[in-house]
C-alpha cells in the first residue's frame, strides 16, 4: 500500500531527527507494552517491533508488564530515565484512569509524552441475532422507557465500555444497569441468552461472532467505520455524539527531549506504513492511523481524550478503587 502524502512527509522526518540527535539510538530500546502476552496490545507491540529493528538499527525489546488497566506498565516508563529508551506502548484506558482510579501513583498528561499513536481500536454495540433492537435509536428509546431495567455487559469497570453505556444512560437521560464481565468472551453466553439486553465489547473479540451470525452489531465508536466492518455506523452515525475511541499509542517520560521523540514519532510512522503491519492491523479489528500525528498532535489528542472521558466518568459518578 503506498504512503499517504502526510505519512511520506513524517517519514522523511527521519533523517532531520537523527541528525538532530546525534548517536540515538546505539542500544537496544525497551518497549514495555502495558497487556498480557497474546493480547492485542502485546501483538501491536510485536507487530512493529519487527521493523523498528530496522528502522532504528537497533532491537526493540518488548516487555510485558500487564495490570492495573495498563498502570503497571506506565508506572514503570514514568519512572524510567527519559532518555528514549524506554517506551511504553497501552491502550485507551490511559485516558480514563486520571478521572476514575482514586490512587493513581502518577499523573499521565503530567509525566508522560505521547510519541506516537498507532491505531484505534473501536468497541462494538452488540445484541444477539434475534433481538428486536435494530438500530442504536432502538436502544436509545429502551432506555428512555425502561431505564436500570436495561442490562449491559462490558469487560470491566472504569474501560472505554463501561463508560460509553454510561454516556448512553446520560443522553437517554435513564442510566441502564452495567454488568461488568472480567473479558469479553464471558459476556457471550449471557448475551445469546437473553440474560443481557446488548453489550459494548472490543472488536477483536467479538468479530469471529459477528461473522458467524451469532451476534448483531448495532454500532461501534470513534470518528471513522472499521475497514473490517464497513457496514457498521459510527456512534455519531447513529445518533450519538460521542467520538472517543480505544486506541494503542506509544509513550516516553514527559522529559525526554524532543528530537529523540521526533525520531521515534518517524520511525513509528514508517512501521506502521509497511503492508503487512497495516493488514495485520486490520485484520485484528483496529484502525491504522492514516494520515499520521505527529509527536505534537498525538500528545494534544491524547489530553483531549483525557478530557472527554472524565466528563463522562464525573457526570455518572464512576470510581474505581
Known sequence: MALSRRALAAALVLPFAARAQPGFPDRPVRLVAAASAGSGG????????????????????????????????????????????????????????????????FDPVRDLTGVALLATVPVIVVVRPDSPLRSLADLMALARAKGQGVSYASFGIGTPPHLIGERMGLEAGNRMTHV?????????????????????????????????????ALALNGTQRS??????????????????????????????????????????????????????IVAGASIPIDPPLSAEQWTAR?????????????????EVE
Open 180 to 216: 461488568p464481565y472480567r473479558i469479553s468472551a464471558q459476556a457471550f453466553p449471557d448475551i445469546i441468552s437473553g440474560a443481557l439486553d446488548f453489550a459494548i465489547l472490543d472488536a477483536v473479540a467479538m468479530s469471529p461472532h459477528l461473522t458467524a451470525g451469532r451476534l448483531r
Open 227 to 280: 475497514p473490517a466492518f464497513p457496514d457498521i455506523p459510527t456512534l455519531r452515525e447513529a445518533g450519538l455524539p460521542f467520538d472517543a475511541v480505544g486506541w494503542h499509542g506509544v509513550f516516553a517520560p514527559a522529559a525526554t527531549p524532543a528530537p529523540i521523540v521526533a525520531r521515534l514519532n518517524a520511525a513509528f510512522v514508517q512501521a506502521v506504513a509497511q503492508p503487512r503491519v497495516r493488514d495485520a
Open 302 to 318: 491524547f489530553r483531549q481524550q483525557v478530557v472527554a472521558w472524565g466528563e463522562v466518568a464525573r457526570a455518572a459518578k464512576v
Open 42 to 105: 502485546d501483538i501491536v507491540a510485536r507487530l512493529v517491533a519487527d521493523p523498528m529493528r530496522e528502522i532504528l538499527g537497533q532491537p526493540m525489546i518488548v516487555e510485558n508488564r500487564p495490570g492495573a488497566s495498563g498502570n503497571t506498565g506506565a508506572e514503570v516508563v514514568v519512572r524510567a530515565p527519559a532518555d528514549g529508551y524506554t517506551l511504553l506502548l497501552t491502550a485507551g484506558a490511559l485516558a480514563i484512569s486520571p478521572s476514575v482510579l482514586k490512587h493513581l501513583s
